[in-house]
């Protein structure tokens, strides 16, 4: 399993252990768009044994064509806001959860680092959604650490997400 570097001891896989068996009980799928985790979200989704019956798969959009032409976000949000915004985080999200027939599509963009941060858009920002039956809900942070803490936090930030809009929809 792959633990939290901080030494939070909280494990990724856990968290996409409780949100697939939670999807698999309601007969719900799953399905992803990355660009700065680059797979890693839909590795630690698959590291769990019988997340076929959940999972649908993901798309690795790191360029902002692959965002446009495949995810199906506007090339308006991306010149607007950049590939790096709330924006594009919510159209990936409801873009993979369409393109792919899921009932929850979950996406993260960001700056994992070393380079490509700027004053507005510093190393560590890192926006992730999650669109289901009830809408899109975004969030954003800025992670500290090397470029793998940020890839890692933004996994657990996004599945955590998840799991807490499946469980308040379940109520």
Same mark, same amino acid.
């Not at 030494?7 to 856990?14: K, P």
């Not at 590291?47 to 199906?72: H, R």
């Not at 594009?88 to 963009?109: D, K, P």
């Not at 004053?119 to 039956?133: E, N, Q, R, S």
């Given at each position: 399993?792959?633990?939290?570097?901080?030494?939070?001891?909280?494990?990724?896989?856990?968290?996409?252990r409780?949100?697939?068996?939670?999807?698999?009980?309601r007969?719900? /799928?799953l399905?992803?768009?990355?660009?700065?985790?680059?797979?890693?979200?839909?590795?630690?989704? /698959?590291? *769990?044994?019988?997340?076929?019956?959940?999972?649908? +798969?993901?798309?690795?959009s790191?360029?902002?064509?692959?965002?446009? !032409?495949?995810? $199906?976000?506007? $090339?308006?949000?991306?010149?607007?806001?950049?590939a790096?915004?709330?924006?594009?985080?919510?159209?990936m999200?409801?873009?993979?959860? !369409?393109?792919?027939?899921?009932?929850? $599509? *979950?996406a993260?963009?960001?700056?994992?680092g070393?380079?490509? $941060?700027t004053?507005?858009?510093?190393?560590? #920002?890192?926006?992730?959604?999650?669109?289901?039956?009830?809408? *899109?809900?975004? !969030?954003h942070?800025?992670f500290?650490?090397?470029?793998?803490?940020?890839?890692?936090?933004?996994?657990?930030?996004? #599945?955590?997400? #998840?799991?807490? #809009?499946?469980?308040?929809? +379940?109520?």
């Amino acid at each position: 399993m792959t633990a939290d570097p901080t030494g939070a001891g909280i494990e990724v896989e856990d968290r996409a252990r409780d949100v697939l068996e939670r999807l698999e009980q309601r007969e719900e /799928t799953l399905a992803v768009a990355e660009s700065c985790t680059g797979g890693l979200l839909g590795a630690t989704v /698959t590291e *769990v044994p019988g997340a076929s019956e959940v999972f649908l +798969g993901g798309i690795i959009s790191y360029s902002n064509a692959v965002k446009e !032409e495949i995810v $199906g976000v506007p $090339g308006e949000l991306l010149e607007r806001h950049g590939a790096v915004s709330e924006q594009v985080a919510r159209a990936m999200a409801a873009g993979v959860r !369409e393109r792919l027939r899921a009932t929850w $599509g *979950v996406a993260i963009t960001g700056i994992a680092g070393p380079s490509g $941060g700027t004053d507005d858009k510093p190393v560590g #920002l890192v926006y992730w959604a999650v669109a289901g039956p009830e809408g *899109v809900a975004p !969030e954003h942070r800025v992670f500290s650490g090397d470029r793998s803490t940020v890839r890692l936090r933004s996994v657990q930030s996004a #599945l955590d997400l #998840l799991r807490r #809009l499946v469980a308040e929809e +379940g109520r």
